[in-house]
């Protein structure tokens, strides 16, 4: 039997785990949505998880990086054999709850505004569903879960990575919710987050001004010379920037300022990631698992309530938001749920947000998807994903990530040749690009 075939044959298994089982893993997503933890702080959505992997037959590990008290491993193993990971994040954006209505109801709450509690379950029931398959159809091999906090402006992965947690693995599959299903080869953009202190001498400044050295007209002044910058950057370059300190009051020359940046040159480094190296090889046989496993299909129903989250919004600016994406066809904008595939991956062009995920991609062979998990037109970190993360929306998402994602990984266990040419791509890109972890060996998390 050729390994397509015995793909076809593992598919019903697959679908029939996730029917039977759908009703508690969307219960536990939603659990983890009504938490909604920050970075750092996600001790109930831990447990939520790590508590499922116990019941499961998974050995789980905990204190796994010093400052990361949140971050776990969960794995199974059936003998011999390679080391597939999928992985997880659960966290949570301060101040973006909503309440689940197809118009903005703020609660003043923290929100899961990029979908993680999606993207946490599942690819915890990725996990879960290869290895009953594993069991069931004599498969050998390790499936691992990392459970990874702070995501979110915390880079936990990349402390992770740093401190060895991803070490021997032989391939990665991952995925996040957004508004259209592909597989993606387009990489992030790397990211590191700066702060410069600036240091004057206070004086009043209706007084005594020619006493004084602004820190804050210095911050300024920096801010002002990288703005002219960006005119000379790369169109794929992203600059942001907040004066995180200004001084006290405006009548008094500020003696300390500081402005937080997210740029390429350090003075104190808070966090970073590396883009992201997706794995051809790897990226084609997951977009032909997820063509077997098929797009989310939603009703008319949720897509009544897509259309009115999306009021306001023209044909236009839809088929538009999914262009950075590589869907071009300007029919999309006649939606408001994606319920297709897109075949195009994207591969050459590079997709202009980061994550800590880029570090793993690294350490391993990596594919990534996409799947639809909230109305076109509308970005994460916004409310309509949000409320979409919380209802049928997002879980329709979720199931088909989930279902991909462990079809791969059992693709790659039961593929040696696969695996063999994504690790021959991988070694290459690795000798012309050395990996270097991009955090100071001596920064703690949250530092």
């Not at 947690?165 to 990489?187: C, E, K, Q, Y």
């Not at 997820?290 to 044909?315: C, I």
């Not at 749920?337 to 991609?361: F, H, R």
Request: glycine share 10%; hydrophobic share 40%; proline share 6%.
């Amino acid at each position: 039997m050729d390994n397509t075939q015995k793909m076809n044959e593992i598919l019903p298994f697959i679908k029939q785990w996730f029917d039977e089982n759908q009703a508690w893993i969307t219960r536990a997503s939603d659990t983890i949505w009504e938490l909604a933890e920050v970075k750092f702080t996600e001790f109930g959505s831990m447990k939520v998880l790590t508590d499922i992997f116990r019941e499961h037959g998974f050995t789980v590990k905990t204190d796994l990086v010093q400052g990361l008290p949140t971050a776990f491993t969960a794995e199974w193993s059936n003998g011999n054999g390679p080391v597939i990971a999928t992985l997880g994040e659960y966290d949570a954006l301060p101040g973006l709850g909503c309440e689940i209505a197809p118009e903005k109801t703020p609660t003043r709450k923290n929100g899961h505004g990029c979908g993680h509690n999606l993207l946490g379950v599942g690819s915890m029931a990725a996990a879960l569903a290869a290895a009953k398959a594993m069991e069931h159809f004599g498969i050998h091999g390790t499936i691992k879960y990392f459970g990874c906090p702070a995501e979110e402006g915390g880079s936990g992965k990349v402390f992770m990575v740093r401190d060895g947690v991803f070490d021997g693995l032989d391939a990665v599959a991952r995925w996040h919710p957004i508004n259209a299903t592909f597989v993606s080869m387009s990489p992030s953009l790397c990211k590191f987050s700066v702060r410069y202190e600036f240091h004057g001498k206070a004086a009043h400044a209706g007084v005594t001004p020619h006493l004084g050295r602004s820190a804050l007209d210095a911050a300024i002044l920096m801010d002002v010379g990288v703005n002219y910058l960006q005119e000379h950057m790369p169109t794929s370059v992203r600059v942001h920037s907040i004066i995180s300190n200004g001084g006290q009051s405006p009548n008094t020359v500020p003696e300390l300022a500081e402005i937080w940046y997210g740029v390429t040159v350090t003075v104190k480094v808070e966090n970073g990631c590396s883009e992201t190296l997706p794995n051809q090889v790897l990226c084609d046989r997951m977009l032909v698992n997820l063509y077997r496993v098929g797009a989310p299909l939603f009703t008319e129903e949720e897509k009544a309530f897509a259309k009115k989250m999306n009021e306001g919004l023209t044909e236009a600016d839809k088929a538009k938001s999914l262009r950075i994406y590589g869907i071009t066809d300007p029919e999309v904008g006649k939606l408001d749920l994606y319920d297709q595939i897109c075949p195009e991956q994207g591969a050459g062009k590079i997709t202009p947000y980061s994550t800590d995920s880029g570090d793993v991609s690294w350490q391993a062979p990596m594919c990534q998807m996409f799947a639809a998990a909230q109305p076109i037109g509308t970005p994460n970190h916004s409310w309509q994903q949000v409320v979409c993360a919380g209802m049928s929306i997002g879980h329709k998402g979720m199931l088909c990530a989930g279902q991909t994602i462990a079809m791969t990984a059992l693709d790659i266990l039961t593929d040696p040749a696969l695996l063999q040419k994504a690790k021959q791509e991988f070694d290459a890109q690795l000798k012309r690009y050395p990996y270097t972890n991009p955090l100071p060996a001596e920064l703690l998390p949250g530092a």
